[in-house]
């Protein structure tokens, strides 16, 4: 399947980059973001990513623009990849309405992180054609894509986005529909428990995220992490995880709700584990 034409919902970090890759593989792209101003933030760091990009040898900035579409509403299409909050509700709402825009032969897809794949599958007339494209941050730099089964998704659908996923230029790894399937179920914890570390005063934020960055090699510590992935989407995730495996070890750290109580949700507010302002 070609995917000609795809739907992205959601223009924030993670939909806009999702918008950048499909548009930098000669796609079409509508974009849609109900929240007035999102979409032309969303192109706007589309551009500045993209100027860099081209600045390295990459796809003209402009071409790639050229090829992404506002869309005051959902709109037909062979593809949608959903990325908004993270959020049950939200999302299952938002699949009800696609199934009735989008045409039959249509898949939807969830770049949720954690959020059940095949409850969103349940709520819709195409169960079998629902699945999880998990990207990463920031997406057209990671080549990860997560690709999650619901219980219902064809071999068929699960192919075809594999195969997409390949022609973005990412590196799909199937997973089948647990709670925050594979990524966010050792990711979330390594986070929480270094979150845990800082409350009760093991060590600062700084030698915490030093020891994992020179002892692990990991190219960020787990507190500048989750400043960069949001504090109040590192407590959703815990929350889906907590609830779904039913075990006390996956509760968010007190200090991370109270963070996120505060206001202090990383980069995004200018404030988390560090200062951005």
Do not use: W
Not at 11 to 37: E, K, N, T, W, Y
Not at 43 to 58: D, I, T, V, Y
Request: a negative charge.
């Amino acid at each position: 399947m070609r995917f000609a034409r795809v739907l992205v919902v959601g223009a924030g970090q993670m939909g806009a980059g999702i918008a950048q890759v499909v548009a930098a593989s000669g796609r079409q792209v509508l974009l849609h973001d109900p929240f007035p101003g999102a979409v032309d933030r969303g192109l706007a760091g589309m551009r500045k990513s993209l100027e860099k990009l081209e600045a390295k040898g990459g796809p003209a900035a402009a071409d790639v623009l050229a090829r992404v579409t506002e869309s005051a509403e959902l709109a037909a299409a062979d593809l949608m990849i959903e990325a908004i909050i993270e959020d049950f509700e939200a999302k299952e709402q938002l699949f009800r309405d696609a199934d009735a825009v989008l045409p039959a032969g249509a898949i939807l897809a969830s770049n949720t992180s954690s959020i059940p794949i095949t409850s969103l599958a349940a709520v819709t007339s195409r169960p079998d054609r629902v699945i999880g494209m998990h990207f990463f941050n920031p997406v057209p730099v990671l080549r990860l894509v997560e690709v999650i089964r619901a219980l219902q998704t064809s071999d068929e659908t699960a192919a075809a986005i594999v195969e997409l996923a390949r022609d973005l230029g990412k590196v799909p790894a199937e997973a089948n529909d647990f709670p925050g399937f594979v990524s966010n179920r050792i990711l979330m914890p390594f986070i929480n428990e270094a979150a845990y570390a800082l409350m009760e005063g093991v060590a600062e934020a700084e030698a915490i995220d030093t020891i994992a960055k020179l002892g692990f090699a990991h190219p960020l510590g787990p507190l500048a992490l989750a400043d960069l992935i949001g504090l109040d989407t590192c407590v959703a995730v815990m929350d889906v995880l907590h609830e779904g495996l039913g075990n006390p070890k996956y509760a968010p750290c007190p200090l991370l709700r109270q963070y996120v109580s505060a206001g202090r949700l990383g980069r995004k507010s200018g404030r988390g584990f560090y200062d951005y302002a």
